[in-house]
């Protein structure tokens, strides 16, 4: 995984809350067996009509959208299904971050497997951004905090061993494997 | 005397191959890992990028559900299946539990089912246990006391190559139910109104556990139903502590431990639940004997009301609007009466045999409202021959409606069963989620009674008014 330390892009808003992974990348696009192109499909069916032209009034489709690498969306995003091609289609499409009030526990795990920053900001910083598309701003991982248009920062959490890999490109699953003895020593402890 | 400890921090405690720290999250022991077709093609190709085996193959178990058909003549031969990409992702299935040395219980084995079916049925799970499986419903096997929850496939690879996750500790929420669920008032209904009440992202960061004397007079399927929608409160998981009920259910099940093991592992089940005196960080108070049939209104599965009531008036909120305009409901107005053009019974949440029952018990002697569409689909083929051997079958044909193989099927229609564009559905499945039963579909989450007594009538009926 490439490393990532800063990111500063315009923002793009997704005026819903409670946005599933479902909606993100529906289900009858996950017979796929493998992890990309999936960014074809992202928000299908809320950017697409019926025919599969695209709908005028969604927020991907608009100009001002294009090249944008922050989604901003409300409170709990991606609760639903478990599905790690959500940020897989994120990241397909072009995004690197996604900001909000809450994520959903899996999503927000699946997306820091993936290089997908989910940056969870207080409700007023939030409230600004929501209702200010197109903002200049960025993100910074080793201070943890995104900073607006005005200069003003505001902190986000970020799990610190995660942050660790983010910002050193280190692969967890070699970290895992690089804990055998322990986990040999462990399966002996317990006859399993 | 060490301090008393919830059930979820025993069996978190028992698994910590490492504990965690300031800068690292624990490593996690995972006892069981169930695999299915569509979470996991991708976790196999980093095992072959990598050169890497499945460390534990005899503690990893797959089944094929989500993607599989439920005509009979595609699951066991006659018409080929008959979406292309999902007989691929079958035989990629196959081929990668064939190259791996994994258990599979293939399309045509006589126990294949819903991942989180077959789980508790052939006894894998047990209480404990850690269980882990590319599915939010994993949730599921919690009602037998384990700590079950669903993971990304990044994690399914980890799993697989070194058979631990990295996890940070996640919270603990009692839920505790008191009072007796009314006649008509099931599992299902109760873990709609617990959602109801927190919210769908109420739960998030938590692992639930379901307490009191309500929860402790639930069977099996009942506890597993309630514990399955866990993941719609956006809890981590739930749980129920084991008991003499769980070990009645467990005894003599293919895969449980038997004789002197049996006798061992009873022994050290018994010390799993909740000493008394632990401490939750947050706890939830729920009165259930007031309880009425649930149904959902709107477009997540927090969005749900009692059947004898009216959509709930938000006149400021935009995104309760957008729900309701998708679901072609006026706030103010009441669900009850509403026509209906399918009725879904089957998923985890209710494809169990007694989920069949009560279906059935409605249906008996009556017939499924002429244009309405019924499905009937068995969680498991298990199931199904269960409910074939006490002539559920027969009732549900006889009714109008259609028996299918098992598999995950309406839930989620990946397979081609779809609600068409448009049309309600009252679903016993787990999400109301826009366009998740078919593009435009309209969901009404409920339970097997309300989903069988609003195909009678071809309307949203409270069950009780047929029973």
């Known amino acids: ?192 | 005397m060490p301090p008393p400890q919830t059930l979820f921090e025993k069996v978190w405690r028992r698994h910590e191959v490492a504990a965690e720290t300031p800068d690292t999250p624990a490593v996690l022991y995972i006892d069981l890992h169930l695999i299915h077709e569509v979470t996991s093609p991708q976790a196999f190709a980093v095992l072959r990028e990598r050169g890497l085996p499945v460390r534990r193959p005899d503690l990893t178990f797959a089944t094929m559900d989500h993607s599989t058909p439920t005509r009979t003549e595609q699951v066991f031969g006659g018409a080929p299946i008959a979406i292309e990409a999902a007989a691929r992702q079958v035989r990629e299935l196959e081929v990668n539990c064939a190259g791996f040395g994994v258990e599979l219980l293939g399309l045509r084995h006589d126990r294949r089912g819903i991942v989180h079916i077959i789980g508790p049925e052939l006894g894998l799970t047990q209480p404990g246990k850690t269980v882990v499986c590319g599915d939010s419903h994993t949730s599921t096997h919690g009602a037998l006391g384990a700590l079950a929850f669903g993971i990304g496939t990044t994690e399914v690879g980890h799993v697989l190559a070194t058979q631990c996750l990295l996890q940070r500790k996640p919270r603990t929420l009692a839920i505790n139910v008191s009072g007796k669920l009314a006649a008509g008032v099931t599992a299902k209904d109760l873990i709609l109104a617990i959602i109801g009440r927190i919210g769908v992202a109420g739960g998030t960061g938590h692992v639930i556990e379901y307490r009191g004397e309500t929860i402790a007079a639930l069977d099996m399927d009942e506890r597993m139903t309630v514990c399955n929608m866990s993941i719609e409160a956006g809890a981590r998981a739930g749980m129920i502590a084991p008991d003499e009920t769980t070990y009645a259910y467990l005894a003599h099940r293919p895969r449980a431990p038997q004789g002197e093991a049996w006798e061992k592992a009873l022994a050290q089940w018994r010390q799993l639940p909740t000493d008394p005196g632990a401490r939750f960080d947050k706890e939830v108070d729920i009165d259930a004997s007031g309880l009425e049939p649930m149904v959902t209104y709107g477009t997540n599965p927090g969005m749900v009301m009692p059947i004898s009531g009216t959509i709930p008036q938000r006149p400021d909120d935009a995104v309760f609007a957008k729900s309701l305009a998708y679901m072609g409901f006026e706030p103010g107005s009441p669900l009850a009466e509403r026509p209906v053009n399918v009725v879904f019974v089957g998923s985890c949440t209710n494809g169990r045999l007694s989920d069949l029952r009560d279906a059935a018990s409605l249906l008996r002697g009556r017939k499924v409202a002429p244009g309405v569409q019924m499905l009937v689909v068995p969680g498991s083929q298990q199931v199904k021959r269960d409910a074939e051997a006490e002539g559920l079958d027969k009732v549900f044909l006889e009714a109008g409606a259609q028996w299918r193989e098992s598999g995950c099927s309406m839930c989620l229609g990946m397979n081609g069963d779809l609600v068409p564009k448009g049309q309600y559905a009252v679903s016993t499945s787990n999400r109301n989620f826009e366009g998740r039963q078919g593009v435009g579909a309209r969901t009404l989450l409920a339970s097997p009674l309300t989903a069988a007594a609003s195909a009678v009538r071809g309307r949203v009926t409270d069950p009780r008014e047929l029973m």
């Open chain 1, 1 to 192: 995984m490439e490393p990532i330390k800063t990111l500063r892009s315009r923002t793009v808003v997704l005026r819903a809350s409670d946005v599933d992974t479902d909606q993100i990348i529906p289900a009858r696009f996950l017979t796929t067996t493998t992890r990309s192109g999936l960014g074809a499909h992202l928000f299908a069916d809320w950017r697409y009509g019926a025919d599969g032209a695209p709908q005028a009034d969604f927020v991907l489709n608009r100009p001002e959208a294009k090249g944008c690498t922050i989604l901003v969306a409300g409170n709990n995003f991606g609760c639903g299904s478990s599905r790690e091609h959500a940020p897989w289609a994120l990241t397909d499409y072009g995004f690197r971050a996604v900001v909000s009030t809450q994520f959903a526990d899996i999503f927000r795990n699946n997306s820091l497997k993936n290089g997908l920053l989910p940056i969870m900001v207080d409700p007023a910083a939030h409230g600004w951004l929501m209702e200010h598309p197109g903002a200049d701003v960025s993100i910074d991982l080793e201070s943890t905090t995104l900073t607006l248009p005005s200069g003003q920062s505001v902190r986000f959490p970020l799990e610190p061993f995660a942050r660790y890999c983010l910002m050193n490109g280190v692969d967890e699953l070699g970290f895992l494997l690089g804990r055998e003895n322990e986990i040999q020593a462990y399966e002996a402890r317990r006859a399993v």
